[in-house]
């Protein structure tokens, strides 16, 4: 069964900067062929996609982050990163990794809280 751990998150003014890392429990080979990404959800709304990473290293973003984070993976230790950059109040969110698709559909992550403010 996989495994998820989050980590990273905490409170950061606007501007700042925070490095997400997500955990797998995978084998360095199953990690390697796997897409990755990163979701994101505020309280009363539904969890949605802000990045993901191909198993070639091609990686797309939604709008509301282009530009500011961005995704990375290192297959040796079976981990996907997210760089945050230039944070905004709007970024405050509970952060997710899984994979793409997701190898257990039910099955997310505890997430990792990140809370921009001044």
């Known amino acids: 069964q996989v495994q998820l751990v989050e980590s990273g998150g905490g409170l950061v003014q606007p501007g700042g900067s925070l490095k997400l890392s997500c955990k797998t429990n995978?084998?360095?080979?199953?990690?390697?062929?796997?897409?990755m990404a990163w979701y994101r959800q505020t309280p009363g709304n539904e969890r949605v996609w802000i990045a993901r990473l191909t198993d070639d290293g091609l990686a797309n973003y939604d709008a509301s982050v282009e530009g500011r984070f961005t995704i990375s993976r290192d297959d040796d230790k079976s981990t996907v990163y997210l760089q945050m950059n230039d944070l905004k109040p709007d970024d405050t969110a509970v952060y997710y990794c899984?994979?793409?698709?997701?190898?257990?559909?039910?099955?997310w992550g505890q997430g990792t809280q990140v809370t921009v403010s001044s």
């Open positions: 899984n994979s793409v698709p997701r190898i257990d559909a039910s099955y």
């Open positions: 995978l084998s360095v080979r199953d990690f390697s062929l796997q897409w």
